[in-house]
């Protein structure tokens, strides 16, 4: 996860989501065994496949408005182009929200005794 960047492709980005997803669900399920901490971090990465779910929502709502504007009149398109401009933006966004809360997250593994 430290190699993505805020230009890193999108892709790239939900490889990350499925990886931190896997360890979410792995430190879940151990963390009745290890205690507050690592359940913490469970948390920790609850919120960060909760950001990157959406930042992958918004990658896929950008492809299915570029199909549509590809098939629409003029004033669609505009509008459909105005919403694509949007989700490019909540997917930049999304990216800042991940890159704020990777350091808890990192914070957070450290103190569990998990890594």
Do not use: N
């Not at 398109?77 to 990777?102: H, P, Q, S, T």
Request: no cysteine.
């Amino acid at each position: 996860m430290s190699g993505l960047r805020l230009d890193t492709p999108s892709p790239a980005w939900h490889r990350a989501r499925i990886k931190a997803k896997r360890a979410r669900y792995a430190v879940e399920a151990v963390s009745p065994i290890f205690g507050p901490a690592a359940a913490a971090f469970g948390r920790a990465l609850a919120d960060v496949t909760e950001v990157l779910g959406s930042h992958q929502d918004t990658y896929i709502a950008q492809h299915l408005l570029l199909e549509l504007s590809e098939k629409s009149d003029g004033p669609t398109a505009f509008m459909l182009g105005r919403l694509y401009a949007y989700e490019v933006d909540r997917e930049m966004d999304y990216r800042d929200e991940f890159v704020k809360l990777w350091p808890k997250v990192r914070k957070a593994a450290k103190h569990s005794g998990l890594v």
